[in-house]
Protein backbone atom coordinates (compact mmCIF):
# COMPACT_ATOMS: atom_id res chain seq x y z
CA UNK A 1 0.00 0.00 0.00
CA UNK A 2 1.14 3.39 -1.12
CA UNK A 3 1.85 6.10 1.93
CA UNK A 4 -0.94 7.91 -0.21
CA UNK A 5 -3.42 5.57 0.37
CA UNK A 6 -2.51 4.80 4.10
CA UNK A 7 -2.73 8.43 5.16
CA UNK A 8 -5.68 8.88 3.42
CA UNK A 9 -7.31 5.16 4.97
CA UNK A 10 -6.20 6.97 8.52
CA UNK A 11 -7.61 10.55 8.12
CA UNK A 12 -10.93 9.10 7.01
CA UNK A 13 -10.89 7.14 10.05
CA UNK A 14 -10.05 10.01 12.51
CA UNK A 15 -13.32 11.78 10.62
CA UNK A 16 -15.28 8.69 10.96
CA UNK A 17 -15.81 7.59 7.19
CA UNK A 18 -15.35 4.30 6.01
CA UNK A 19 -11.71 3.08 6.01
CA UNK A 20 -9.17 -0.02 5.75
CA UNK A 21 -6.98 1.57 8.44
CA UNK A 22 -7.22 -1.71 10.55
CA UNK A 23 -5.47 -3.66 7.93
CA UNK A 24 -2.60 -1.52 8.09
CA UNK A 25 -1.87 -2.05 11.95
CA UNK A 26 0.84 -4.19 12.87
CA UNK A 27 -1.04 -6.07 16.28
CA UNK A 28 0.75 -5.34 19.40
CA UNK A 29 0.78 -4.85 23.19
CA UNK A 30 -2.36 -2.45 23.18
CA UNK A 31 -5.09 -3.67 20.68
CA UNK A 32 -5.49 -1.98 17.04
CA UNK A 33 -8.86 -0.80 18.02
CA UNK A 34 -7.18 0.70 21.17
CA UNK A 35 -4.33 2.14 19.75
CA UNK A 36 -6.49 3.65 17.25
CA UNK A 37 -9.15 5.21 19.48
CA UNK A 38 -6.19 6.87 20.97
CA UNK A 39 -5.48 9.04 17.94
CA UNK A 40 -9.08 9.44 17.05
CA UNK A 41 -9.85 10.89 20.25
CA UNK A 42 -6.45 12.68 20.50
CA UNK A 43 -7.75 14.58 17.45
CA UNK A 44 -10.76 15.89 18.34
CA UNK A 45 -9.43 17.19 21.76
CA UNK A 46 -6.60 18.99 20.06
CA UNK A 47 -9.51 21.03 17.67
CA UNK A 48 -11.41 21.61 20.63
CA UNK A 49 -8.40 23.03 22.49
CA UNK A 50 -8.08 24.91 19.31
CA UNK A 51 -11.23 26.04 19.42
CA UNK A 52 -11.54 26.93 23.20
CA UNK A 53 -8.14 29.26 22.70
CA UNK A 54 -9.21 30.97 19.93
CA UNK A 55 -13.38 31.40 21.58
CA UNK A 56 -12.15 32.04 25.08
CA UNK A 57 -14.87 34.68 26.01
CA UNK A 58 -17.57 32.43 23.96
CA UNK A 59 -16.17 29.61 25.80
CA UNK A 60 -16.54 30.90 29.04
CA UNK A 61 -19.65 32.57 28.73
CA UNK A 62 -21.53 29.23 27.37
CA UNK A 63 -19.71 26.96 29.81
CA UNK A 64 -17.70 23.60 29.64
CA UNK A 65 -20.52 21.22 28.83
CA UNK A 66 -22.24 23.53 26.18
CA UNK A 67 -19.42 24.86 24.81
CA UNK A 68 -17.45 21.16 23.91
CA UNK A 69 -21.04 19.76 22.92
CA UNK A 70 -21.39 22.99 20.53
CA UNK A 71 -17.46 22.09 19.38
CA UNK A 72 -17.40 18.35 19.10
CA UNK A 73 -20.59 18.78 16.92
CA UNK A 74 -18.58 21.56 14.84
CA UNK A 75 -15.95 19.67 14.47
CA UNK A 76 -17.45 16.49 13.11
CA UNK A 77 -19.24 18.63 10.46
CA UNK A 78 -16.31 21.22 10.02
CA UNK A 79 -12.99 19.31 10.11
CA UNK A 80 -9.74 21.40 8.97
CA UNK A 81 -8.94 22.43 5.57
CA UNK A 82 -6.03 24.18 5.99
CA UNK A 83 -2.84 23.09 7.10
CA UNK A 84 -2.69 26.10 9.98
CA UNK A 85 -4.77 25.66 12.57
CA UNK A 86 -5.36 28.95 12.54
CA UNK A 87 -7.91 28.76 10.55
CA UNK A 88 -9.89 26.16 11.61
CA UNK A 89 -13.26 28.07 13.06
CA UNK A 90 -13.75 30.76 11.15
CA UNK A 91 -16.71 29.24 10.54
CA UNK A 92 -17.87 28.70 14.10
CA UNK A 93 -19.90 31.96 15.09
CA UNK A 94 -22.00 31.65 11.58
CA UNK A 95 -22.89 27.96 13.02
CA UNK A 96 -23.30 28.85 16.49
CA UNK A 97 -25.74 31.66 15.25
CA UNK A 98 -27.99 28.73 12.89
CA UNK A 99 -27.76 26.57 16.06
CA UNK A 100 -28.58 29.44 18.66
CA UNK A 101 -31.54 31.30 17.20
CA UNK A 102 -32.76 31.95 20.67
CA UNK A 103 -29.76 32.68 21.68
CA UNK A 104 -28.13 35.35 19.30
CA UNK A 105 -25.45 36.70 21.89
CA UNK A 106 -23.14 33.62 21.72
CA UNK A 107 -22.53 33.79 18.15
CA UNK A 108 -22.12 37.48 18.54
CA UNK A 109 -19.29 36.72 21.02
CA UNK A 110 -17.84 34.21 18.92
CA UNK A 111 -17.57 36.65 16.14
CA UNK A 112 -15.95 39.29 18.83
CA UNK A 113 -13.28 36.33 19.76
CA UNK A 114 -12.67 35.38 16.06
CA UNK A 115 -12.05 38.94 15.16
CA UNK A 116 -9.66 40.08 17.69
CA UNK A 117 -7.81 36.90 17.02
CA UNK A 118 -7.63 38.07 13.47
CA UNK A 119 -6.90 41.43 13.86
CA UNK A 120 -3.92 40.25 16.72
CA UNK A 121 -2.04 38.42 14.05
CA UNK A 122 -3.44 40.15 10.99
CA UNK A 123 -1.25 41.72 8.33
CA UNK A 124 0.78 44.60 9.62
CA UNK A 125 0.11 48.22 7.83
CA UNK A 126 1.66 51.46 8.49
CA UNK A 127 -1.01 54.32 9.37
CA UNK A 128 -1.83 57.30 7.60
CA UNK A 129 -0.71 60.58 9.31
CA UNK A 130 -2.06 63.77 9.26
CA UNK A 131 0.24 65.39 7.60
CA UNK A 132 -0.56 63.50 4.34
CA UNK A 133 -3.83 65.16 4.71
CA UNK A 134 -2.87 68.20 5.37
CA UNK A 135 -0.62 67.94 1.89
CA UNK A 136 -3.85 67.80 -0.18
CA UNK A 137 -5.53 71.06 -1.77
CA UNK A 138 -9.24 71.91 -1.28
CA UNK A 139 -9.59 70.93 -5.08
CA UNK A 140 -8.03 67.17 -4.33
CA UNK A 141 -11.04 66.34 -2.25
CA UNK A 142 -13.51 65.64 -4.81
CA UNK A 143 -11.40 62.78 -5.90
CA UNK A 144 -10.05 61.50 -2.76
CA UNK A 145 -10.91 57.84 -1.22
CA UNK A 146 -8.74 55.91 1.53
CA UNK A 147 -8.07 52.33 2.05
CA UNK A 148 -8.42 50.68 5.31
CA UNK A 149 -5.89 48.67 7.44
CA UNK A 150 -6.15 45.25 6.45
CA UNK A 151 -7.13 44.43 9.98
CA UNK A 152 -10.40 46.14 9.78
CA UNK A 153 -13.54 43.75 10.66
CA UNK A 154 -17.61 44.95 10.52
CA UNK A 155 -20.20 43.06 12.22
CA UNK A 156 -23.96 43.49 12.69
CA UNK A 157 -24.67 43.87 16.61
CA UNK A 158 -28.63 42.79 18.10
CA UNK A 159 -27.65 42.45 21.57
CA UNK A 160 -24.99 43.44 24.63
CA UNK A 161 -22.45 41.18 23.44
CA UNK A 162 -19.86 43.79 23.88
CA UNK A 163 -20.90 44.84 27.71
CA UNK A 164 -20.88 40.93 28.09
CA UNK A 165 -17.31 40.38 26.83
CA UNK A 166 -16.17 43.22 28.15
CA UNK A 167 -17.17 42.04 31.84
CA UNK A 168 -16.01 38.09 30.93
CA UNK A 169 -12.58 39.93 30.13
CA UNK A 170 -12.25 41.84 33.67
CA UNK A 171 -13.50 38.13 35.55
CA UNK A 172 -16.99 39.64 36.48
CA UNK A 173 -20.27 38.23 36.34
CA UNK A 174 -21.62 39.51 32.69
CA UNK A 175 -24.95 40.87 32.70
CA UNK A 176 -27.77 38.96 31.03
CA UNK A 177 -28.34 39.53 27.51
CA UNK A 178 -30.32 42.25 26.78
CA UNK A 179 -31.36 42.96 22.91
CA UNK A 180 -30.64 46.22 21.93
CA UNK A 181 -32.68 49.31 21.16
CA UNK A 182 -31.77 49.50 17.71
CA UNK A 183 -29.16 48.17 15.59
CA UNK A 184 -25.86 48.51 16.23
CA UNK A 185 -22.37 47.42 14.42
CA UNK A 186 -18.80 46.59 15.21
CA UNK A 187 -16.13 47.74 14.52
CA UNK A 188 -12.57 46.12 14.82
CA UNK A 189 -8.68 46.53 14.13
CA UNK A 190 -5.55 46.27 15.28
CA UNK A 191 -3.93 49.48 16.29
CA UNK A 192 -0.09 49.06 17.04
CA UNK A 193 0.07 45.72 18.43
CA UNK A 194 -3.42 45.55 20.52
CA UNK A 195 -6.57 44.95 19.30
CA UNK A 196 -9.31 47.35 19.61
CA UNK A 197 -12.83 47.01 18.93
CA UNK A 198 -15.87 49.55 19.77
CA UNK A 199 -19.76 50.27 19.05
CA UNK A 200 -20.75 52.40 15.57
CA UNK A 201 -24.44 53.48 14.76
CA UNK A 202 -25.84 53.14 11.27
CA UNK A 203 -24.37 56.67 10.10
CA UNK A 204 -20.81 55.82 10.97
CA UNK A 205 -21.26 52.28 9.34
CA UNK A 206 -22.68 53.39 6.25
CA UNK A 207 -19.93 55.62 6.24
CA UNK A 208 -17.13 53.01 6.35
CA UNK A 209 -19.21 50.91 3.91
CA UNK A 210 -19.12 53.45 1.28
CA UNK A 211 -15.17 54.18 1.61
CA UNK A 212 -14.21 50.32 1.76
CA UNK A 213 -16.10 50.10 -1.68
CA UNK A 214 -14.33 52.76 -2.99
CA UNK A 215 -16.47 55.87 -3.09
CA UNK A 216 -15.11 59.23 -2.82
CA UNK A 217 -14.74 61.27 0.25
CA UNK A 218 -16.91 64.18 -1.64
CA UNK A 219 -19.36 61.51 -2.54
CA UNK A 220 -19.85 60.01 0.42
CA UNK A 221 -20.82 63.38 2.05
CA UNK A 222 -23.51 63.67 -1.05
CA UNK A 223 -24.47 60.44 -0.12
CA UNK A 224 -24.84 60.95 3.62
CA UNK A 225 -26.75 64.31 3.26
CA UNK A 226 -28.94 61.95 1.05
CA UNK A 227 -29.50 59.55 3.67
CA UNK A 228 -29.95 61.57 6.87
CA UNK A 229 -30.91 65.40 5.73
CA UNK A 230 -31.66 66.27 9.23
CA UNK A 231 -28.26 66.07 10.29
CA UNK A 232 -25.19 68.23 8.98
CA UNK A 233 -23.27 65.10 7.40
CA UNK A 234 -20.32 66.96 6.12
CA UNK A 235 -19.32 67.79 9.47
CA UNK A 236 -19.95 64.48 10.86
CA UNK A 237 -17.74 62.66 8.09
CA UNK A 238 -15.22 65.79 8.79
CA UNK A 239 -15.51 64.12 12.76
CA UNK A 240 -15.33 60.58 11.57
CA UNK A 241 -12.46 60.56 9.46
CA UNK A 242 -10.64 62.56 12.43
CA UNK A 243 -10.88 60.15 14.30
CA UNK A 244 -10.26 57.40 11.82
CA UNK A 245 -6.71 59.11 11.62
CA UNK A 246 -6.50 59.00 15.50
CA UNK A 247 -7.48 55.50 15.42
CA UNK A 248 -5.06 54.34 13.06
CA UNK A 249 -7.71 52.60 11.04
CA UNK A 250 -6.79 55.07 7.83
CA UNK A 251 -3.93 53.40 5.94
CA UNK A 252 -3.47 54.88 2.47
CA UNK A 253 -5.52 58.08 0.09
CA UNK A 254 -6.46 56.92 -3.03
CA UNK A 255 -6.75 59.22 -5.83
Known amino acids: MSLVRLQSDFHAHLLDRPSDIKGQIVAGGISVEHRLNIYHNAYRVRLLDNLKDAFEKTWTYMGDLQFEAAAFKFIEEHPPL ?6 HGKEFP ?13 AELAFIDWQLRRAFDGPDAKPLIAEELARLAPADWETVGFRFVPTLALGALHTNSISIWRALDEDQAPPLSAELPEQQWLLIWRREWQPHFRSIDAVEYFALSQLIQGTWFAALCEALDEQWPDRD ?3 L ?3 YLATWLADALLMEVVR
Not at 94 to 106: K, N, Q
Open 237 to 239: AGQ
Open 94 to 106: AWLASCHPLDPEI
Open 82 to 87: ERNLRW
Open 233 to 235: CTA
